[in-house]
T-cell receptor
């Protein structure tokens, strides 16, 4: 199995605070993705990266930013957390075809 | 832009019955298509993938899917459901020139004894 780890696995934060989620992969995959999963919406793409320092927006990018300074790390930042950002966040990395997923981060904004 | 539509957010079958989960895609160029499975409180695991080779694709756990360009479909089937198949299933599409991987809204499969 590909080595994809997300940290933290669970986080509770207050409205208005910044939050950073980390995704780390050990497979030297070029592509990395951040998704949020909400009931009835499936997985929605927030941002993705196609190389170091190369990122692009997904379907639901408002309120989120990302950075990729190294191949293995892809950070997702909620600039000022809101209750609507309460969700489960999944990171994935991808070789040319198949994507491998982390175990998810459950984020609660109170 | 590419997208996928999964018909039916919930599907219920009896153990031993045929499983059919529907997925239709939209893409202006030949896509890559995937089915992923998610068990409770876990990440997603690849079931099978279509990458423009054989149109009938076999995956893990007895699942298979057929790419039908004329119908823009990639439905997932399994001849005989098992209790352990109960999970949420996601169809996804990728188009090479965008590198995006877009998922459908998912279908929750329940299997009754």
């Amino acid at each position: 199995d590909a080595g994809i780890t997300q940290s933290p696995r669970h986080k509770v934060t207050e409205t208005g605070t910044p939050v950073t989620l980390r995704c780390h992969q050990t497979e030297n995959h070029r592509y990395m993705y951040w998704y949020r999963q909400d009931p009835g919406h499936g997985l929605r793409l927030i941002h993705y990266s196609y190389g170091v320092k190369d990122t692009d927006k997904g379907e639901v990018s408002d309120g989120y930013s990302v950075s990729r300074s190294k191949t293995e790390d892809f950070l997702l930042t909620l600039e000022s957390a809101t209750s609507s950002q309460t969700s489960v966040y999944f990171c994935a990395s991808r070789d040319r075809v198949e994507a491998f997923f982390g175990q998810g981060t459950r984020l609660t904004v109170v | 832009a590419q997208s996928v539509t999964q018909l039916g957010s919930h599907v219920s079958v009896s153990e031993g019955a045929l499983v059919l989960l529907r997925c239709n895609y939209s893409s202006s160029v030949p896509p890559y298509l995937f089915w992923y499975v998610q068990y409770p409180n876990q990440g997603l695991q690849l079931l099978l993938k279509y990458t423009s080779a054989a149109t009938l694709v076999k995956g893990i756990n007895g699942f298979e899917a057929e790419f039908k360009k004329s119908e823009t479909s990639f439905h997932l089937t399994k001849p005989s459901a098992h209790m352990s198949d109960a999970a949420e299933y996601f169809c996804a599409v990728s188009v090479g020139n965008t590198d995006k991987l877009i998922f459908g809204t998912g279908t929750r499969l329940q299997v009754f004894p």
